[in-house]
C-alpha cells in the first residue's frame, strides 16, 4: 500500500469518525439508560464527567443525580472549562462544579466521586500512568469507572486520535490499580459505527 493510499484513508475514515461524533451527547437518546444502569446512578450520587466538551454530558447528569447529588465537570481546555460554567449556569443548575484539568490530572479532588465518566476522551489521553492515577484518587472505594470509547477505524493504529484498542484501555486501568467489572461492546451512540463501555472498580 502507498503513503498516499495511506494518507487518503485516513483522511476518510476521520471524516467518517467526526460525522458520527460530531452530535456530541443527547440526553434523550439510548446511551442516557444504559449510563445510568452501568453506574447506578441515582439521585444524591456524586459522580464526574471527565472530559465534558460541550457539557451535553454534564447537565444529563446533574439532572439524574439531583439537587441532593453533585457533578463535577473537568476539561483540559481553557476555552471549553469557561463554556462550560457558561452552559452550567444557564440551565441553572447548582449542583456542578467545573474544573480545569491538566495533561495527565483530572483536576478533580481526592474521594469526590461515587462516579466517573469518561466519554470518547480515552483515546486522547497521552500519560495514562498519570491520569489513571488521578482518577483513581477521584473515586471513592468501591466507586465505577466508566471509560466509553471508539475502536480504531479500519486497519489503522489500536491507539490513535481515531480511536483506541478496548483491550488496551482495559490493560492500562487494570495497571494502574482498577479492577475490571465488564466490556460492553454494543454500546450506543456512534450512529453505524462501533462503540464499546469498560466498566471498573476501585477496590474497597
Known sequence: MTPNTVRALALLALLFTSGCTGGGFNARGPEMPRLTEALGLRTGMTVADVGAGRGQLTLALAAAVGST????????????????????????????TVV???????????????????????????????TNASLLRALRPGGVLAVIDIPPPLFFLERSTLGIAPQIVIDEVKASGF???????????????ESYCALFRKPA
Open 69 to 96: 447529588g453533585h457533578v463535577f465537570s473537568s476539561d483540559i481546555d481553557p476555552d471549553r472549562v469557561r463554556a462550560l460554567r457558561e452552559a452550567v449556569a444557564e440551565a441553572g443548575w447548582s449542583n456542578v
Open 100 to 130: 480545569e484539568a491538566k495533561a495527565s490530572e483530572s483536576g478533580l479532588p481526592a474521594g469526590c466521586c461515587e462516579a466517573i465518566v469518561l466519554r470518547r476522551v480515552y483515546h486522547h489521553v497521552t500519560d495514562p500512568t498519570a
Open 179 to 193: 479492577d475490571m467489572l465488564q466490556l460492553r461492546t454494543d454500546w450506543p451512540g456512534r450512529g453505524p459505527f
